[in-house]
């Protein structure tokens, strides 16, 4: 973290707090060795810390340390002490279900049971070993639950495993059971949970792991010679396996042999092997897809099967296969604003104008992606943004001042100061659970104040009511932003969501790949482009400097922007994906609209990505008073690949 960053989060973690334990000036350089400590595991250099911690404002976090590296043999008692005395705080809740886990696999149920563990819970491992305690309890207690988590292409955790063996002994498991979880191992392409269940010694219809070896080496040959056990249950789940790894290696090796032995069979494995074919060829863009969704009959299977349909069929621009995908959708899947959207063109198309109006009215309130599409589909778009009405807070000091003096959003301020995130991003969100707008706005104000502009985007975007888009849209860094913008011949809008979308404008942010700075450049790529632009004065240590980083950020964009027909979707999935990817993605023959390129990005993030970046883009020039682009004419349309993938990826650094 820069040095003016942690200066100004200091001052507001200091100016705001209340009466408490003077903190000594060395304390935190003493909470960051007892983080290492933690985190090496070294138990002895973490206890001689902890006692001149223990009036740090984080003292909580350093007990929490201590008790998680002893968790396994702490004592109940001393553990529902630090429970009790941080109550409602993310370290307790993170603590108690760490200690019901070492609970249950121990085997300790009594003390599992009065510290909670029965309580419902998302968290697969902790709902497994309550099933456990309950099946103690009650060997007839029905385990419904059990069974969902049992159908999963996943792993799951080593605390379900009693459970699961318990069902397959009483009967509520069966071969059926094994059969669909191998199938969705397979689709999953997860090899280690495939293998694990094929050979599992408790079936007797079992394989070798040989097999399935053999299978993952060369699987489009083992699907072609068809040495299966077509009769037997295993064989056929060993044909779909061969099937999932050969369509992912090679499409069309996988669809010869698949026409080879398909008719040995069962109708609906059959089906669903067309499908599952069907599915690789549209999440590869290959133009005959559709027509293999076709082969598997009526819309149906997964909802990653349905939406990857409706995608080939977007990308065919076959409207009634789009709108008979969606139709057949679940009812949550189909409220996604994507597809909202697109039922509403597939209505269009089929001159169902009121409906189709319908569909895009639902969308009137979205500011993302496919509400501003929706608006121009309504000839609404410069209407929707002007009626963007921001209805900001006007804070006194005292109510900031009172504010930036709780506990917990001092604790999220000093977790954030000392380079802790994610513990500071969960005390922030905690901090906020629940809050009306107006504190929303009122922490979205402070924390700009404090220059803690990702909480302050994070805050401003929760409101429901009463909304200030310039809180949700900030634009700081306003001097090297415009510099950029000028520099490198690049819309400042554009510039500016791309870095929202990138860092959420946090300078000295670092990815788990090494993506640094606002515009979160790899160390290689700052160092390209430094070179493209003859900067001999540059140097690693830089990369994180505000004007260099958006100076060489908007350099990068610009580059792929220029060589990918100055199409802003295009670069920014280059930017995202790299431009071999991007380019391999357009189509092969017609041009394609943009937005419907866009929803046929195979990687889930990139397509993600590609959309916020162009929709902040549109919501920015709103912000920063520039004319109104419509969000269409962005995307404009994408022409068929020019120079190759390859061509273009050994440009890229």
């Not at 599992?200 to 040495?227: C, H, N, Q, Y």
């Not at 549209?282 to 939406?307: K, M, N, V």
């Not at 100055?566 to 991007?582: C, V």
Request: hydrophobic fraction near 45%; include cysteine.
């Amino acid at each position: 973290m820069t040095v003016a960053r942690r200066t100004v989060l200091a001052l507001f973690v200091l100016g705001t707090a209340v009466a408490s334990t003077p903190l000594r000036a060395q304390s935190d350089a003493d909470l960051r060795q007892a983080r290492e400590a933690f985190d090496r595991g070294d138990k002895r250099r973490l206890d001689a810390l902890a006692p001149a911690l223990q009036g740090h404002l984080l003292a909580s976090y350093v007990n929490y340390w201590q008790l998680k590296l002893r968790l396994d043999d702490a004592d109940p008692a001393v553990v529902r002490a630090f429970l009790a005395a941080n109550a409602g705080t993310p370290v307790a809740e993170r603590l108690r279900s760490e200690w019901l886990k070492s609970l249950a696999r121990r085997g300790n149920w009594g003390d599992f049971a009065v510290d909670g563990g029965l309580a419902a819970t998302d968290d697969v491992e902790l709902t497994c070993a309550a099933l456990q305690y309950r099946r103690q309890l009650d060997p007839a207690a029905p385990l419904a639950r059990a069974r969902t988590l049992w159908l999963t292409g996943q792993s799951t955790p080593d605390l379900c495993d009693p459970v699961f063996a318990a069902m397959f002994a009483g009967g509520e498991l069966g071969d059926a059971d094994r059969q669909a979880r191998l199938r969705l191992a397979a689709e999953a392409g997860n090899l280690r949970l495939f293998q694990a269940l094929a050979t599992d010694p408790a079936w007797s219809d079992r394989v070798f792991a040989k097999d399935v070896t053999a299978i993952d080496r060369d699987p489009v040959r083992a699907l072609s010679r068809g040495e299966f056990a077509w009769k037997a249950p295993t064989g056929r789940a060993l044909a779909h396996y061969a099937l999932e790894r050969a369509a992912r290696k090679d499409l069309a090796g996988a669809r010869v042999a698949w026409l080879k032995w398909r008719e040995r069979l069962p109708a609906d494995e059959r089906l669903q092997g067309n499908r599952r074919l069907a599915y690789h060829a549209a999440r590869q863009l290959d133009p005959a897809a559709l027509d293999w969704f076709r082969e598997a009959g009526a819309p149906g299977g997964s909802a990653d099967e349905i939406a990857w349909r409706a995608r080939a069929a977007l990308r065919a621009r076959a409207w009634p296969d789009v709108l008979a995908a969606i139709d057949a959708m679940a009812p949550a899947d189909a409220d996604e604003p994507a597809w909202r959207y697109w039922k509403g063109r597939a209505l269009a198309a089929a001159n169902r104008a009121v409906e189709a109006e319908a569909s895009y009215a639902t969308l009137t309130r979205d500011l993302g992606f496919y509400g501003l599409l929706a608006a121009e589909a309504r000839g609404q778009g410069v209407q929707q943004l002007e009626s963007l009405r921001s209805d900001p807070i006007l804070p006194d000091p005292a109510a900031l001042a009172q504010f930036g003096a709780r506990a917990d959003v001092r604790r999220a301020l000093k977790l954030l100061e000392l380079d802790l995130r994610p513990d500071g991003i969960r005390e922030w969100a905690a901090a906020l659970r629940k809050a009306p707008d107006d504190t929303l706005l009122l922490a979205a104000e402070f924390a700009r104040r404090a220059g803690v502009f990702d909480r302050a985007i994070n805050a401003a975007e929760k409101t429901a009511q009463r909304h200030d888009y310039t809180l949700r849209y900030l634009a700081p860094f306003r001097a090297e932003f415009a510099a950029a913008s000028r520099d490198q011949g690049l819309e400042e809008a554009l510039i500016y969501g791309i870095a929202r979308q990138e860092s959420r404008f946090v300078p000295d942010i670092v990815s788990s790949a090494g993506a640094v700075g606002l515009m979160q450049l790899m160390p290689g790529t700052a160092r390209w482009v430094a070179n493209k632009l003859g900067r001999a004065d540059y140097s690693p240590a830089a990369i994180a400097n505000v004007p260099i980083n958006t100076q060489f950020g908007a350099y990068y964009f610009r580059y792929w922007h220029d060589r990918l027909d100055q199409r802003p979707a295009l670069a920014a999935a280059a930017y995202n994906a790299g431009p071999g990817r991007a380019q391999s993605w357009r189509p092969a023959a017609a041009p394609l609209e943009g937005a419907i390129w866009v929803e046929t990005i195979p990687f889930n993030e990139t397509r993600d990505y590609v959309k916020k970046v162009l929709a902040n883009s549109v919501l920015y020039a709103r912000m920063l008073g520039q004319p109104y682009v419509p969000l269409t004419d962005r995307l404009g349309v994408v022409t068929p690949r020019g120079a190759d993938a390859a061509t273009l990826a050994a440009q890229a650094p």
